[in-house]
């Protein structure tokens, strides 16, 4: 959807440029502009944009109100101001248009000048054709709007560009800078709903970045591609500078995480699945000042996995739609600058320990997560297949399960309340493109921009795909986010880069975990619990069950996968993780109906039963009585044998949609 408006030339408020900043206390900004529609109306609007996003007032030529409409802050990701490229002949016939669907409108142009924009500055009339006649200037307002299909459809993210046309002074130069002062003012709204995390204290500060780990192997294999098409688009327009590393092997993002200086970012998003994201959590609590740096680095992630259960689960948490574009949703998570505190949990294992997000797992559903590897291939649906094959080969283990039961308790309120910060300055508060800067020779606001390869060492630098920059232009970075596989474009295009994923029995990548290993050093919250092999205490109030079970699964998220549903109580940092447990002896048309229900959170029953059992706990220890079967940690499969957990509410900070 792409809305277009122009300003009248009569228009009465704030038609005076001014190329400073605009005073604090004075953010919003108004005006008349009209569109009109191919049989020659012209409609008057009265736009507005203050705190709460634009109002778009529709006026009779009496001045009274027809209709309104708001594109809402929580749905803007940013603007761009530019100057139209158009032929001739769409000058002509574009004025002033605003009709959907119009191929000549500068709002469909806004979709070709994305692919080939005119990046608005004097110097960048010598390179793109423009039509010397037009003085306008355009703001180009990008909005993913929350839009249902019919009644019965879910809800799903569209994009919608709002195009404002300013051609109220004789010169570009002047309308430029009044429709970059409409752009300064969106960007003072849009920091305002920042928190800290994203935000700077001082200007001295060094300006920080995302970080983005990316595993080419996750899933299906797509992820590069995924990054390109879907997730750099939206991070170039919401001005978001990024850098990218693509992982080589498997232990990468924890030797990344652990050992790198990390100042320059201020996030770190997984794209790839949950052990992707668990080799970023490990790796960060692996690090001696993990105190420092776990409240300031806060972690998304872009789902690619096969599984994705915390990609699912933080959408499902926000009511943000998932199923029609993940993807897309956990992008805009990623710019929303919000964050949440997250529970972690910490697993004593025989030989070590290491941290978990989303669930601890013995039995059946860790038998399907591993042994269904072998038909990867086809991505999600190798769930479905293995659980059916090993429902008909079904197996039982004898173990002792040990817990500490938790209260129910409300959700922290740990997050801060930012909306107001005006004395902290966001990192991203200046733009690249503001021409008017270059327009008006305005330098003295530059901060000067430290590019992250600053702080690279050299044997990561090989994998760093410079993808975008704020201090790039516009152009080099619609070049590199437009198509992996456009021939202009690949210059830029990381699946041209010289990254080579290594093999796991790779000299490298074994060299690599045996360095991990014997580097392993756990810091980390310290534990309340007794050694592993030492008896629990009496008086603290453990429980037992032992016996035969189908399964043991420990979880804090919601969902396990994207239709994996299995703790609807879990809460991002509610300090519990929900214990289930099946025991032997459950008949299978029972047990098919859990797995079955599953998908829609309906397969726990209200009361624990003799063979279903669901226990809140804050800590527990398994002691598997055979000497074989698979123990899973957030998927990934970890030694067999005796565990404990514990959780640690809250010490992390994971992105969460606005
Ligand atoms: N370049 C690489 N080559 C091979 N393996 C890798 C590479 N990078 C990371 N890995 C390993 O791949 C494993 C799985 O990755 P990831 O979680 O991203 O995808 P997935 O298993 O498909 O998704 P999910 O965990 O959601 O099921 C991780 O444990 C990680 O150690």
């Known amino acids: 959807m792409n809305e277009s408006y122009e300003k009248s030339s009569t228009s009465t408020a704030c038609s005076t440029p001014t190329a400073g900043a605009l005073p604090e206390r004075h953010h919003d900004v108004s005006d008349t502009f009209y569109t009109s529609q191919r049989k020659g109306r012209k409609y008057v609007f009265r736009v507005r944009l203050d705190i709460n996003g634009f109002t778009l007032q529709r006026e009779s030529p009496s001045g009274t109100i027809l209709k309104e409409q708001t594109v809402k802050i929580c749905n803007i990701v940013g603007a761009r101001c530019m100057r139209l490229k158009k032929t001739r002949r769409l000058a002509v016939a574009s004025a002033c248009a605003c009709s959907n669907g119009n191929p000549n409108s500068p709002a469909a142009s806004v979709n070709r000048s994305a692919a080939t924009p005119s990046k608005c500055s004097t110097a960048s009339k010598e390179n793109y054709p423009c039509d010397d006649g037009d003085v306008s200037a355009y703001l180009y307002v990008f909005a993913y709007v929350l839009k249902k299909k019919s009644l019965r459809s879910e809800f799903h993210r569209e994009r919608t560009v709002l195009t404002l046309r300013f051609r109220s002074f004789d010169t570009f130069e002047d309308n430029m800078r009044e429709a970059d002062r409409w752009y300064r003012a969106l960007r003072w709204q849009l920091h305002r709903t920042l928190e800290s995390i994203f935000v700077v204290r001082n200007e001295e500060d060094r300006r920080r970045r995302v970080l983005v780990m990316l595993n080419p192997k996750s899933g299906s ?66 690090r001696e000042d993990w105190a420092q740096v776990l409240p300031n680095i806060a972690l998304g992630i872009i789902p690619c996995g096969s599984g994705n259960g915390l990609a699912r689960s933080i959408a499902h948490g926000y009511n943000e739609p998932y199923f029609s574009k993940p993807v897309l949703g956990a992008a805009l998570t990623v710019i929303s600058g919000c964050s949440s505190p997250m529970d972690v949990v910490r697993v004593q294992l025989q030989s070590r320990s290491l941290y978990s997000f989303l669930s601890i797992g013995w039995g059946f559903i860790s038998d399907v997560d591993i042994e269904s590897e072998r038909i990867r291939v086809l991505g999600y649906q190798r769930f479905t297949i293995w659980t059916l094959y090993r429902l008909a080969n079904l197996r039982t283990y004898n173990g002792k399960i040990s817990y500490l039961l938790t209260e129910q308790q409300e959700p922290s309120e740990q997050e801060e309340d930012t909306s107001h910060t005006p004395q902290l300055k966001m990192q991203t508060s200046r733009s690249c493109n503001t021409h008017i800067d270059k327009l008006s020779n305005t330098t003295n606001n530059n901060p000067s921009f430290h590019h992250s390869t600053e702080y690279l060492p050299h044997e990561f630098a090989d994998v760093i795909s410079l993808e975008t920059s704020i201090n790039q232009s516009f152009r080099s970075r619609c070049d590199s986010w437009l198509s992996g596989g456009s021939r202009r474009s690949y210059y830029y295009s990381i699946s041209e880069s010289i990254y080579h994923s290594l093999a796991d029995e790779s000299d490298i990548a074994v060299q690599a975990a045996i360095a ?14 007794p050694e592993l092999d030492e008896p629990l205490p009496e008086d603290e109030g453990w429980l037992v069950e032992e016996g035969e079970f189908i399964m043991m699964h420990a979880v804090y998220q919601t969902h396990l996968g994207i239709d994996c549903y299995f703790a609807p109580k879990a809460q991002m ?47 527990f220890r398994l002691e598997p009585h055979d000497n074989h079967g698979i123990i899973t940690i957030d998927g990934e499969r970890v030694e067999f044998g005796p565990l404990q957990a514990e959780v640690l509410p809250g010490i992390a900070r994971v992105m969460v949609p606005k």
């Not at 590393?245 to 050992?259: D, G, P, Q, R």
């Open 573 to 619: 940092n509610d300090g519990t993780i929900y214990l289930i447990l099946i025991r032997g002896g459950i008949s299978r048309p029972h047990l098919l109906s859990f797995l079955y229900n599953m998908s829609t959170g309906t397969h726990l029953p209200e009361v624990n039963n003799e063979y279903v059992k669901v226990l809140p706990v804050r800590a």
């Open 221 to 286: 294999g797509n992820a590069r591609e995924v990054f390109n098409m879907h997730v750099t688009p939206v991070l170039n327009e919401a001005e978001v500078p990024y850098d990218l590393y693509v992982t080589k092997h498997s232990n990468f993002a924890i030797e990344f995480m652990s050992t790198r200086c990390l100042d320059a970012w201020c996030c770190v998003v997984a794209v790839g699945g949950d052990g992707l994201f668990h080799e970023i959590v490990n790796g960060l609590l692996q």
């Open 516 to 529: 991990l290993e014997n580097r392993q050093q756990n810091f980390g919250p310290t534990s309340s619990l």
